[in-house]
Structures are given as C-alpha cells and as structure tokens.
C-alpha cells in the first residue's frame, strides 16, 4: 500500500479502540465462565483468584498505558515491546504466540457459539459436529472477505456489536442478583475435599481469567492505526475496568444459584443454564442469543487482531515479506489468508479428534503468557531507566506497577504448570522456519549471540512435547 492510500485511511478514535478492547475480551469467555470456574474451586478460591487476577491484570493494563505514553515509537503492542525489550528472536516469538493465541481463540469461539445453537438446532451438538464445522466454515470466511474490505469498517462494525452483546449480560447480572440465595453460595464455601488446597484451586481459575482477559492489548495492537496515541492508554484501561465488573458479577453471583458442583457440571455456555434455573427456559433462551451474538462481535474483533500481528512483523522484517503487504482497502490481505486456513484447518481438526471449548481456551491461554510477561518486563525496563520521562519525573509509581506486572506473569507460567508450557512449545517451534525465512530475505544472519541457544531450546522441547502427546504421557 503507498504511503498516500495508508494517509488517507481513517484513523481509529478513542471509542473504536475501547470497543476493540472490550470486544475482544468479552466474547464467549463470559458466557462459560460458571462452570469453567466452578470446575476447580469453590466460591472462595474464586474469590481470591478474581483479587490476584484484578491486582496483575490491572497492573498489566497501566503498564500497556505506560508504553504508549512513554514509548509512542514502539507500536505493534504485544509484539513491538517484546521486541524492544529483548531482540529481533523474542520479538518474533512474541508475536507468534500472540498470533497463535489469537486464532486458536477463534477457533474456541466458533465451537462455543454453535454449542449455544445447539439449544435450538441440537445437530449442532456440542459445536464440533460435522454440521456446525460446515456452518463455522461459511462463516469463517464470511468474516475473512468482511475484513478484506477495511479495517476502519470492520472495526465500527465491531463497536456496534460491542454495544449490543451488553444487553444479555446487563440483563443476567440484575436477574441473577435478584435470584441470588446466600445459603446456596456459602455452601462448601473454600470447596469440597477432590478439589484439593486452596493454592491449587486457585490455579486452576488462572487459565480461566487470563482466558477471558485476552484482548486487554487490544488498542495496543492498533496503535499504529490511533488517530491519538494518548487513546490507546485510556482505550486499555477503560475497558479493563468495565469488563472485570462483568466478569466478577457473572462468575460469583451464579454460586447464589447454583452450588458449585452443580455449576461444574453444566454444558457450557453455562451461564444459559444459571439462568434457566433462575426464570426458566426463558432464560436459556435469552443468554444463547446473547452468546451467538457476543461471540460474533469477539470473532470479528480477533480477526482484526490476528491478522495484524503477522502485518506488524513483516513490517519490521520479523515475518516474510508476503505478510506486511495490504490490499486497495488498507486490509493486511496475505495475513489473513493465512490466519483462516488455519483456523480453518483446526475446524476440521477439531471434528476428528474430539476437542472441546475449555481445551482450546487452555491452548489458547498457554500461548500468550510468555508474551505478557515479556511486555510487563519491557515497561519495568523503561520504567527503571527513566525513558520518555521529563527531567525530575519520578517513575516509582510505574516501577512499582511494572514490577507487580512482572510478577503476575511469573505467577501465571507457574498456576499453568509444566505441561501447557511444554504444549505450547509445539506450536512456538514451527514458527522458527517464518524467522529464518525472514531473516535471509532481509540478508541478515538467522541468529546474534545467543539466539541460537534459545532456538534449539524451543525446538527441543517441541519434538519433546510432541512425542508426550503421541505416546499420551501428555494431553489436553
């Protein structure tokens, strides 16, 4: 695209970014979050696994604020302050797994909502029958020639959609608050004795929260496209704290309903069930709606998210050239080309061997938290090293947030354990052939230093984790 048609296309204002932060973070996540908690914990855990995540996650997001005001050159959110943080490999790392999260995401998306239709079309099943995979095929592409056709107008398209899929949750919230039974929700309050201490209960909600907070990064990943760089840090955290008050209202109240044990058995979206046993079938019906709904905003929001993070790398030369180049309409065309065959290709993936909603949500989380944490690194960095800061500024208080971040995304690499960070070096491998491509059309060594180390370091542990799955001593 000349430099003429990328002047001319118009700029993302402060509610578009919003709405792509709080579209891309409530998608189906909050329409199973019930049971997805209620699976490994009981009301209290959940409790202070909600506090430590509000406390990381907050963090995280004045962080994202920090590096937009301190370092507006550094644009490509996630993967452009990797990258300046650590080096060319990491950076391209970053936005692989980014990237990966991104449409596996969508992917988790797709089999949820066709679950959610599953109620009035029970072909559907649990969203990976053979029909729902010909359905969320058609749609799928649908979505990729919607995009193609701009990304400022698929982007309002997302705001309107942001809007409308609050209603169901607004609506839930007050129903659920006024059928809330406090006997019900102090019932085996710090949970039964097979969900065991209340350290591990706490780590298994926190997949579940970084899950559903995926998308914080949202304005970050569009900053190149901000008509005000300023709005990329109001945009993260506004949404932030708009989505975490929907988020703990839909996941604590529903113990008032439902015991715990009987939320973990739920189908999912379980939150179509809470409310069924509140007011009826009515009910069932009205957050199903509110999922299909939901979910086809999120998924339009994740196109636009992980089509760009390819875009942004080829920009730099941390992707193959083909990457980086956009059609008549601004659209990153070759990105998302191969963004969709490959949810695509794991669509059909999913119909032969059997994959569910939550194991995706773990793949998909896995994927993203050594970006994270790498990200809560770079503002510590910049924060210690005073850049951007005026002559006498103090920056404690970001070196504290950007500490507290830090922190948080260790914790999280330890509550996912060792296997999903084995897991997601499966798919972090592959992409070194993409960074070697690269690179030599740049004509450029592959590696500086010790690059090389930590290449063989992801590849090993790939074919490692990949034989676990093949013999079963690993799984999702």
């Known amino acids: 695209m000349s430099a003429e048609t990328e002047s001319s296309t118009p700029k993302l204002k402060l509610g578009a970014l919003t709405a792509l932060v709080v579209g891309s973070m409530i998608g189906g996540g909050i329409f199973s979050l019930p049971q997805n908690m209620a699976s490994g914990a009981g009301a209290g855990a959940i409790i202070i696994g909600w506090a430590i995540t509000f406390i990381g996650m907050l963090a995280l997001a004045f962080s994202f604020q920090m590096l937009a005001n301190r370092k507006p050159e550094v644009t490509g959110g996630v993967y452009g302050y990797a990258r300046a943080a650590m080096g060319d490999y990491v950076g391209f790392n970053s936005a692989w797994g980014y990237w990966i999260s991104a449409w596996i995401g969508n992917v988790a998306y797709f089999v949820v909502m066709f679950s959610a239709l599953s109620f009035w079309f029970p072909a559907f099943g649990e969203g990976n029958t053979g029909l729902a995979i010909v ?50 929700f102090n019932l085996d309050f710090w949970g039964s ?32 496209r901000a008509q005000n760089m300023a709005d990329v840090g109001k945009a993260t955290v506004i949404g932030f704290l708009l989505t975490i008050a929907l988020l703990i209202a839909v996941s604590v109240l529903s113990l008032g309903v439902l015991t715990q044990p009987e939320l973990a058995a739920l189908k999912n979206p379980s939150t179509a069930y809470v409310l ?201």
């Open 135 to 184: 359905c969320a095929s058609a749609l799928l592409w649908a979505l990729h020639f919607l995009v193609l056709r701009g990304v400022h107008g698929a982007a309002m398209i997302n705001t309107i959609t942001t809007i409308a899929k609050l209603v169901p949750l607004a609506l839930f919230i007050a129903i659920v608050l006024f059928s809330f039974k406090i006997d019900t």
């Open 193 to 224: 004795a097979e969900l065991g201490t209340i350290v591990d209960q706490v780590k298994s909600t926190m997949l579940v929260t970084v899950w559903v907070f995926i998308g914080i990064e949202g304005a970050s990943m569009f900053s190149g």
């Open 276 to 476: 069924e046993a509140a007011i009826g079938t009515m009910g069932a019906n009205i957050m199903n709606a509110g999922l299909v709904i939901s979910v086809g905003g999120a998924l339009l929001a994740w196109t636009l998210l992980s089509g760009e993070t390819p875009y942004l790398a080829a920009q730099d030369g941390m992707m193959p050239k083909i990457f980086g180049k956009t059609n008549a309409n601004g659209s990153p065309a070759a990105s998302l080309w191969l963004t969709n065959g490959m949810i695509q290709l794991f669509l059909i993936i999913t119909y032969f061997n059997g994959s569910v909603y939550l194991s995706l949500v773990y793949l998909a989380t896995s994927m993203i938290l050594l970006p994270y944490l790498f990200c809560a690194v770079y503002s510590l960095m910049v924060a210690q090293r005073g850049e951007g800061y005026k002559a006498g500024e103090s920056a404690a208080k970001d070196i504290l947030v950007a500490a507290i971040a830090s922190v948080y995304g260790v914790w999280l690499l330890y509550a996912a354990g060792l296997q999903y960070l084995l897991l997601s070096m499966v798919l972090y491998a592959p992409g070194l052939l993409f960074y070697v491509w690269a690179r030599k059309e740049q004509g450029q060594k592959p590696f500086n230093g010790g690059e090389a180390i930590l290449a063989a370091l992801i590849v090993v542990l790939g074919i490692y984790a990949a034989y676990g799955l093949s013999v079963g001593t690993l799984s999702l």
